[in-house]
């Protein structure tokens, strides 16, 4: 009972919407084409009610003479008609939205049922080929295809890269602490950040532009309630990186342990009432569509406020935390490898603050004339952000290098014929810790080598 064509110019208009729902950009109102998916359902169900009326005899309904059959085809309901008749049908009110221009088309009832349309629809509604395909369209489309290819790439290689490194992180016990647990959770987000948005395109990209406006689909809006969790933890997360760096070098001695408990309530548990009270406003105030489009300003700021609110907050800590970093810098006390220490954090978190999602609030109020250039910066790059997170924080990481050195050693050791002269000689530089003849513990090992490095 639906329609199962779609004109051309509907496919980049669609394309826009489902990037934009990954964007998390406020459209004004909902686009024309389930506008007009509606109007075209409502338009052949009432045809083929008619034909089924006329089918059974309904009394209330003038029978015509033998000729042709109402029928529903090219957009239009053809009415019943005698032999030798011509009909004249209104174009498609589609066409009248798209073009605004009126005009009809005809047909012939002859023996051999239904003539071809005269004129041609496009001819006789004013659908041309830069009405439906103009340059500009074509244009828009090709970036858009080319913009899902970039944050496809981006995505699959920061998943990879991700996994990889919380593997690594989860492998060395060494490194086992409160500031690697939380880049293990940071690591964790942007995964599923990254597979939600997989399973997101996976949906709405390969439906149908008629079953993408089914209003009816619990499946495809809890869909989108979990990729908007994905996507608000991972702004949480990434928070809080910035508050643990900031008391790191604030506070001289906090309990990490309660620190940690409450960083995963704020990480993960936060995000949850955040997205729950927007499923539920949405249920109420705008229950439209796959909850893929924003219409409702109002409705939008539930996410989008926290979301801003953490980045803001963000960005105020890495201000201060270079403030504290400049300060010790210019202290005559700070020398040697303490300065070094300190001026690979204000490098590291100058690399931080755009990195962590300042972005957002440079275009959460840009106007619809830079919709291109938001889409690039929150897709094609945003996607790369779980890349630089996973190298800033594990590849690059000297601790990390350090460990991954020393298990290969250990292993390499293990694999060739063991000599005790050899041996120990191999472990005078200080990682006999790792053998025979340790005196530490390995929860004072690790607490040592996690403090080797703030980053």
Request: charged share 15%; hydrophobic share 45%.
């Amino acid at each position: 009972m639906r329609p199962r064509w779609a004109p051309p110019s509907l496919r980049p208009r669609l394309l826009l919407l489902l990037l934009l729902a990954g964007a998390a950009h406020t459209v004004g109102a909902l686009s024309q084409t389930c506008d007009v998916i509606r109007l075209l359902r409502q338009q052949k169900d009432q045809c083929l009610q008619e034909l089924s009326e006329e089918n059974t005899g309904d009394p209330g309904l003038q029978q015509p003479a033998p000729g042709c059959q109402r029928v529903w085809e090219n957009l239009s309901c053809w009415p019943s008609s005698a032999l030798g008749q011509t009909v004249e049908v209104e174009c498609p009110q589609f066409f009248r939205i798209l073009t605004g221009r009126n005009g009809s088309m005809f047909r012939n009832c002859t023996e051999g049922g239904w003539s071809e349309t005269f004129p041609r629809a496009d001819l006789a509604c004013g659908v041309n080929g830069t009405n439906f395909t103009n340059e500009a369209d074509q244009r828009r489309h090709k970036y858009l295809l080319k913009l899902k290819i970039m944050y496809t790439v981006g995505y699959s290689s920061s998943l990879l890269m991700l996994l990889v490194a919380l593997s690594i992180l989860c492998a060395l016990r060494r490194l086992h602490c409160t500031r690697n647990y939380i880049h293990m959770h940071l690591f964790v987000s942007f995964i599923l950040r990254a597979i939600s948005n997989f399973i997101k395109d996976a949906v709405l990209f390969t439906a149908d532009v008629d079953d993408y406006c089914d209003t009816h689909r619990v499946g495809c809006k809890l869909l989108m309630v979990f990729f908007q969790y994905c996507t608000v933890s991972n702004y949480a997360w990434l928070l809080v990186e910035g508050l643990y760096l900031h008391t790191l070098l604030v506070i001289s001695f906090f309990a990490e342990k309660k620190c940690l408990q409450r960083y995963i309530a704020l990480g993960w548990g936060s995000p949850a009432i955040c997205v729950a009270s927007w499923a539920i406003t949405r249920h109420f105030m705008e229950d439209d569509g796959c909850w893929d489009i924003n219409a409702n300003g109002s409705v939008w700021w539930v996410i989008r406020g926290p979301v801003i609110l953490s980045i803001l907050i963000n960005f105020i800590l890495f201000i201060n935390i270079l403030r504290i970093l400049m300060k010790k810098l210019r202290t005559q006390e700070t020398r040697g490898n303490e300065a070094k220490h300190y001026k690979h954090l204000a490098k590291s978190t100058l690399l931080l603050i755009p990195l962590f999602g300042i972005h957002y609030i440079v275009f959460a109020f840009s106007p619809d004339d830079a919709m291109e250039i938001q889409l690039f910066f929150e897709l094609a790059l945003g996607s790369y952000q779980g890349l630089v997170v996973a190298v800033l924080y594990c590849f690059l990481n000297g601790e990390v290098q350090l460990e991954i050195q020393k298990k290969w050693r250990q292993w390499h050791l293990h694999e060739l014929p063991l000599h005790p002269m050899a041996l120990t000689s191999s472990f005078s530089n200080g990682t006999s810790s790792l053998t025979h003849g340790t005196t530490a513990s390995p929860t004072e090992l690790s607490q040592g080598t996690c403090r080797a490095s703030v980053i």
